[in-house]
């Protein structure tokens, strides 16, 4: 199983820290979610553990080698990224979209094979979005164009996904699909790594959660014991009542 980890990292753009002091493991067939306010360092921070932002300090592996002794095409069969939507600048089908996510395993001027066609059809079917394939990606709505760049991901089959916010703009149907998604890709022993600003779904499916605050992990471990109403009721500055009226009705993850 493919494993990632981040030891002592900070990091930012252009030498300037956004986040520093960072450790984090990721290990096959585990879901780690990352809670914190807007701002905080989120997106940075997974920008960095997939290698497109070098470290400031502090350092990231894949596998147990450096994550830059590792080619950009390997580490694209390792590492799977989801980011949040976009409306896109091209007028790409999705299935189009979705076999992007197969590049890593061809030359640069392969033309996809019948199996990279079989594998993205299969990645629209299992997201409930098959239909879609062959509209095009601009003229779908943000919450479909969420589910063909999850697709994308899991049509790259890689050891590790990280995954920015993945139920954002989609309806509620959608969003318990995900997090279904989410279960069976820890089963298949796949590492997911996820932002979300819903902590009622990190409580659902992470193994482990760690909370996010000025680029630092203030605390990690397991959900219930980690993102409690009153560390929530701070990262948020939120009210405790409301916070706890929020996310009271979650139970254990099944």
Not at 6 to 12: K, N, Q, V
Not at 164 to 180: K, M
Not at 221 to 238: K, Q, V
């Amino acid at each position: 199983m493919t494993k990632l980890e981040a030891r002592g990292l900070s990091f930012g753009y252009d030498g300037t820290p956004v986040g520093e002091g960072v450790d984090l493991d990721l290990t096959g067939g585990e879901v780690v979610c990352l809670l914190g306010p807007n701002g905080g360092g989120k997106t940075t921070l997974f920008r960095t553990l997939l290698g497109v932002l070098p470290p400031i300090a502090g350092e990231v592996r894949v596998a147990e080698r450096p994550l830059s002794r590792w080619p950009r095409r390997e580490r694209a069969r390792l590492l799977g990224w989801v980011p949040q939507a976009h409306a896109g600048l091209f007028a790409f089908t999705v299935e189009e979209v979705v076999l992007m996510g197969r590049a890593a395993r061809h030359g640069r001027y392969t033309a996809p094979s019948r199996r990279d066609h079989d594998v993205a059809r299969a990645a629209l079917e299992r997201l409930g979005i098959g239909r879609l394939a062959e509209r095009v990606y601009t003229q779908i709505s943000g919450g479909e164009r969420q589910l063909t760049l999850i697709a994308r991901a899991l049509a790259q089959e890689a050891g590790i996904l990280i995954l920015d916010e993945p139920t954002a703009s989609l309806d509620f149907g959608n969003q318990l699909r995900v997090l279904g998604e989410i279960r069976r890709l820890r089963d298949d022993d796949i590492g997911i790594l996820m932002s979300t600003h819903q902590p009622e779904h990190a409580l659902e499916v992470a193994d482990r959660i760690a909370l996010l605050e000025g680029g630092r992990i203030v605390a990690q471990g397991p959900p219930h014991e980690t993102a409690t109403p009153e560390r929530l009721a701070h990262l948020y500055r939120a009210d405790l009542a409301a916070v706890t009226a929020r996310i009271a009705p979650s139970g254990a993850r099944p």
